[in-house]
């Protein structure tokens, strides 16, 4: 019923000559993937040019940010609107945005409102630290980031959503939750509490994708779990041989 979602998370990487180079070999193969959608997320230098070459691709392209606000005196900030001319998804929320710029919930509901305004569709993104997992704290701490990051807003299509549950123990580490305790998480803590704020049929309809060092060896273990609908790829999304071993991984399901 959910079509799972490969999402490359290029974070502040790739000069726009490198961006071409990556994407160009990504769209020779992607088009021989079937039932699987793929979304780059490219640092905002990158998205024009990306877009135009990306227009008869069914690679999708997001952002990595917007500003919670909307166009005006706000320097060194992209609205949503602005990013919406170049691309159709955005990630907020991010761990690395909460942990070095202080992004709290508070500010990233009002980035998700920004973005749906605009037609974007957020890739919102939650997961507690190692601390919070060891003081038992972690269904407590992802359902609280999803309520108060998802306080006000109403959803009819959940297809205009996407929730990636990142423990922040796992990005970049080379650490990996388990594709039982992910697929518990989501069953018991993140599903209930979108059914709680939209019902369960959009609850159902919601992709939740899993990101934490991610590659081609651990991926199919992942993609093999009814409740984890996709990937959300930060460090294997750099190089294409690595990313798209990932995406193959989506088609042995
Ligand atoms: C991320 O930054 O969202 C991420 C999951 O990174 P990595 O795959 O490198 O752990």
């Not at 602005?82 to 761990?95: K, P, R």
């Not at 060891?134 to 992802?142: L, P, S, T, Y």
């Not at 019902?199 to 199919?220: H, P, T």
Request: hydrophobic fraction near 40%; charge should be negative; aromatic fraction near 6%.
């Amino acid at each position: 019923m959910r079509t799972p979602m490969i999402a490359g998370n290029w974070k502040m990487n790739k000069t726009e000559a490198e961006a071409l180079n990556l994407i160009r070999v990504l769209m020779q193969w992607v088009r021989s993937y079937s039932g699987v959608e793929v979304l780059i997320c490219p640092p905002f230098t990158s998205l024009s040019t990306l877009n135009k070459l990306l227009v008869s691709s069914p690679i999708l392209l997001g952002a990595q940010n917007i500003s919670d606000q909307p166009p005006g005196a706000f320097t060194g900030e992209i609205s949503a609107t602005m990013a919406a001319e170049f691309c159709t998804h955005v990630i907020l929320g991010h761990s690395e945005r909460r942990a070095y710029y202080g992004e709290e919930n508070v500010l990233i509901n009002r980035k998700l409102k920004a973005a749906i305004s605009a037609d974007l569709i957020p890739v919102l993104c939650v997961g507690e630290v190692l601390t919070e997992r060891e003081a038992g704290k972690a269904d407590h701490v992802v359902s609280h980031q999803l309520q108060e990051a998802l306080g006000g807003i109403h959803l009819e299509d959940p297809t205009k959503m996407i929730i990636a549950y990142e423990p922040v123990w796992a990005i970049g580490t080379g650490r990996s939750a388990s594709p039982e305790e992910i697929s518990d998480l989501i069953a018991r803590v993140i599903r209930p509490t979108l059914s709680g704020l939209w019902g369960e049929g959009i609850s159902q309809g919601i992709r939740v994708l899993y990101g934490g060092s991610v590659n081609s060896k651990n991926a199919g273990g992942f993609f093999n779990t009814a409740e984890i609908d996709g990937a959300l790829v930060g460090g294997a999304s750099l190089t294409a041989e690595k990313f798209l071993g990932i995406i193959e991984k989506t088609q042995k399901i």
